[in-house]
């Protein structure tokens, strides 16, 4: 709170600007190129996450660009609905990456303590959750947003 009061709320370091650069940028330029090559009835999954749903500290660039993510998936479904192209988005929560071996004990701890489900979640659970949206499974499933989060963002 006391970066707020004194006006000195530091936004983000060049590494984590640069990653949420490319969370949008990157979006924003591939997917329109990739649209030709996307059949009619497709399904387009974007990756967003679940620190667009929740405040965390230090992490309100990042939070943001997920949530232009999300915003990406609802727009370009409005977009695209006459090409019947599904837009939907997987936001996940903590996964359990090499980047969390990383991490010192006591943190990796409280993280996976901060998950209703008291762990991290695994690669293989984000996967699955794509597939279910890019298969004819989800036919009637567009602009929605699928958390695969041990139920981080909705606790």
Known sequence: MEALKTGRLRLCNEPICNLAINNVKGLVFTVPKALPLIPDGGSIILTASVVSQKGFPASSVYSATKAAVRSFARCWT?????????????????IKTPMVDTLPDEIAHGVAESVPMGRFG?????????????????SYVTGAELFVDGGTGQV
């Open 78 to 94: 409005a977009d695209l609905k006459g090409r019947k192209i599904r837009v939907n988005a997987v936001s996940p929560g903590p």
């Open 122 to 138: 695994e690669a293989n659970e984000i996967a699955t959750a794509a597939l279910f949206l890019a298969s004819d499974d989800s």
